[in-house]
């Protein structure tokens, strides 16, 4: 199929995209690297009036330190953070897992992060990191933290005329341990569970906790009933488990061609111990 008819502006600056966004509002899409829009646009799944393409605009595209954290532009492509030297275990786990090679040299990590797809990687991972985004419009700039990001399938808190301008990845300091945790069917296919933890040790004890899940509801989700298991634990292979347990007992899941809901939770149960217990290696160096 082909996209339904529509206007198309390459913006020339931020200012040029929040303009056009502030007057044409939900009626008006960005262009960033277009690995889901163009698709969903040829589905006629979203029948857009304006394309914005934002591909040109300068100041996007960076990595940066930023106060303990990682600031990463709205235009960096998903290959550029795969290969960024210095790069968080974590997310250098979840990034092979984001699309196909090719499509990894044009999606963009602003693109995926707004998106809102469910069973996203960089999603649920920026939201068990802490993470937030910056976002802009005429009114002025926000941080939204992840917590807030998602409220929905490909739905999320940003307002119809705010442009994502980068997002800020909080940086592991000594004593802390992330890890990520992911089945498909083939290498490439949509998510059919996937984990993240993030926690904090000292003298044999976890201290604090965080844990996501993602392609099991309607949008990334953290899971308090996991991370109290491990927070106040021991290090070591029970308090893995227990989390694990926590999590598929906490997980609704959901029913689709590729799987059952009760597959699923068992699934991110099994996934929520593998990262727990890869997190606990990493937070002991």
């Known amino acids: 199929m082909k996209p339904a008819p529509f206007a198309y502006e390459r913006a020339e600056s931020v200012e040029h995209v929040l303009g056009l966004l502030g007057e044409h509002g939900d009626q008006a899409s960005v262009l960033a690297g277009g690995q889901s829009l163009v698709p969903m646009m040829n589905m006629r799944q979203v029948r857009p009036a304006l394309v914005v393409d934002i591909t ?14 990682l600031r990463v532009g709205a235009l960096v492509t998903q290959f550029a953070l795969e290969r960024h030297d210095g790069l968080e275990p974590a997310v250098a786990e979840c990034l092979p897992y984001t699309g196909h090679y090719v499509t990894r040299h044009r999606g963009t990590v602003g693109g995926s992060v707004a998106h809102g797809e469910p069973r996203a990687e960089l999603p649920l991972l920026l939201l068990t990191l802490g993470g937030s985004a910056r976002v802009r419009s005429v009114r002025g700039a926000r941080d939204v933290p992840a917590e807030e990001l998602y409220v929905g399938a490909y739905q999320t808190s940003l307002a119809a005329d705010e442009l994502l301008v980068h997002t800020s990845w ?11 945790a992911e089945l498909a069917q083939r290498h490439g296919d949509y998510t059919l569970a996937c984990a993240a933890c993030h926690l904090r040790i000292a003298d044999g004890r976890i201290l604090a906790a965080r844990v996501g899940v993602g392609a099991t509801a309607d949008r990334p989700l953290l899971v308090p009933e996991a991370a109290r298991e491990l927070e106040g634990s021991s290090v070591g292979e029970a308090a893995a488990r227990a989390a694990g347990a926590a999590a598929e007992a906490a997980i609704e899941g959901y029913d689709d061609l590729h799987a059952s809901a009760a597959y699923r939770r068992r699934l991110a149960g099994v996934l929520v111990a593998r990262a727990a217990r890869q997190a606990m290696e990493r937070a002991r160096g």
């Open 170 to 180: 909080p940086v592991a300091v000594p004593g802390e341990g992330r890890a990520f």
């Open 56 to 69: 040109r605009i300068g100041g996007l595209g960076a990595i940066e330190p930023d106060d303990g954290e």
